[in-house]
């Protein structure tokens, strides 16, 4: 037996690796004691739906990652396109006039697949800085119009727009301003359009209608000549995947025009298949001024993002300055050749590949799966569209009420979800979310919802968990 297979040195070798981890390594969005306590799952290889670790455990991914591997684990054709524009051009800046062919070919292919007008793609290296790009173009808009006091921005509570010094701010989640002096004072926010939460309960016109008044009266209360655009996630995300009704999207576009403000849609999560449609912004025929993506653009198989911008804003900040005088705005890796290779391939895996459709068919089963667990003890609400939903648990049906934050509800089922052989998203404010792959076939969704049931029974076994139903 050589070294290698000995599972003594397996053994070994795994706990080196677990011990530098929590010596060296920053994880996102971790407590960083909390962390060098419970150690680091550690992944090594992964093939259409399906995780290995690195003690052989195999468990089916119901999050694509971080929402983002849209395509699966292992796909050939992709280790292939950047291998080989690896081998022929494995970097090319985009400064100076200089391009490179994938980085071309996918801006254009984006403004064919863009809901129409947005003719204009700027490459970022994800989506935290495609968002800091599009708030740095639409303060340099307003500056180039003549309009420099429209500063002001409005976003939802419970949204999500990444966790850089800008993007943080605009995101509405406690985690990422603690500690960080955020938001900033141009940073604003406006109720979520939270259904299962909202006053009038599921009455998807009174929802709509309440988002609408509440941008204008913010508008109004910092003052029409001051705003410059209003953020908005067409289903908000890592909020706890909240599902505006339909029709919401199209109102607050309308919204933003009368009111004279731009609109950022921020596709990172919903783009490329996730909600059905290969963008969100298409199912309700809306174009934004701005659109940012990230994730499900490459897969997760290389780092990329892109801002799409409208063809008024672009040929407004154009006109606006000397030919000869640069916009300051960039990244050494905007437009990289390999991961533009990379979601050239992934793009052509949406369409030709047949996994858009294949996503829309079995996002029909997820959905019965999904309406199906709303009868559990400790469900209060499900809900989704294509294939991203989630699961809010409660402790009374009747009322709504969660769990007590010292009961670690989300803790508990990320664990028990592990432990059952499934990857979902447990939030802290008990909702499990969910992003299976557009790869994802029948059997494999039936596997995640027996798994995560089966999760949901073993909690409703623990005797707080009992107690706190019955208070």
């Not at 306590?37 to 090594?44: M, W």
């Not at 993007?167 to 940073?187: C, E, M, S, V």
């Not at 391939?345 to 858009?356: M, S, T």
Request: charged content about 20%.
């Amino acid at each position: 037996m050589t070294e290698a297979h000995d599972p003594r040195f397996a053994r070994s070798h795994n706990q080196a690796l677990l011990e530098l981890d929590r010596r060296h390594l920053i994880h996102p969005v971790t407590s960083f004691r909390g962390h060098e306590r419970h150690g680091a799952r550690i992944l090594e290889s992964g093939e259409g739906m399906w995780l290995t670790d690195i003690d052989g455990r195999r468990v089916i991914d119901a999050f694509a990652g971080l929402w983002c591997v849209n395509v699966g684990y292992g796909q050939e054709s992709i280790v292939e396109v950047a291998a080989e524009q690896m081998r022929r051009l494995p970097y090319a800046t985009g400064y100076f006039h200089f391009g490179s062919e994938p980085a071309i070919r996918l801006a254009h292919e984006l403004t064919q697949l863009a809901p129409e007008g947005l003719g204009h793609v700027f490459f970022t290296l994800g989506g935290s800085d495609a968002v800091d790009s599009a708030v740095r173009y639409i303060v340099h808009y307003f500056n180039a119009i003549g309009k420099p006091e429209k500063k002001q921005f409005i976003a939802l509570d419970w949204g999500y727009h990444g966790s850089s010094s800008t993007g943080a701010g605009l995101t509405a989640l406690a985690n990422f301003h603690r500690g960080f002096d955020l938001p900033r004072p141009w940073q604003h926010h406006i109720a979520s359009p939270y259904p299962y939460r909202h006053p009038e309960g599921h009455d998807d016109a009174a929802v709509i209608a309440s988002s609408v008044a509440a941008l204008k009266a913010k508008v109004e209360e910092i003052g029409a000549d001051k705003v410059a655009a209003f953020c908005c996630e067409p289903i908000q995300g890592s909020g706890g995947v909240i599902v505006p009704p339909k029709g919401w999207l199209k109102a607050l576009r309308t919204a933003c025009d009368e009111l004279g403000i731009l609109m950022l849609v921020d596709e990172v999560i919903t783009g490329f298949g996730r909600t059905g449609p290969m963008f969100a912004c298409e199912a309700e025929g809306v174009t934004p001024d701005f659109m940012t993506l990230a994730k499900g653009l490459t897969s997760g198989y290389a780092p990329m993002g892109a801002v799409m911008m409208a063809n008024h804003v672009y040929d407004a900040i154009a006109d606006a300055a000397p030919e000869a005088l640069p916009i300051g705005h960039g990244f050494t890796y905007s437009g990289h050749p390999v991961s533009a290779a990379i979601a050239l391939e992934v793009l052509r895996l949406y369409q030709e590949g047949g996994l858009l459709s294949n996503g829309e068919r079995v996002g029909i089963r997820f959905a019965q799966h999904l309406e199906r667990l709303r009868a559990h003890p400790l469900v209060g609400d499900t809900r989704g569209r294509g294939l991203l939903g989630a699961i809010e648990l409660v402790s009374n049906k009747g009322t709504k009420a969660g769990f007590s934050a010292d009961l670690d509800v989300g803790g508990r089922l990320s664990a028990l979800t592990w432990e059952k052989g499934v990857i979902v998203r447990c939030f802290g404010n008990a909702v499990i979310g969910f992003a299976p792959a557009l790869c994802c076939n029948d059997s494999e969704m039936d596997m995640i919802f027996e798994r995560v049931e089966g999760a949901l029974d073993a909690l409703l076994e623990m005797p707080d968990i009992r107690s706190a139903l019955r208070s």
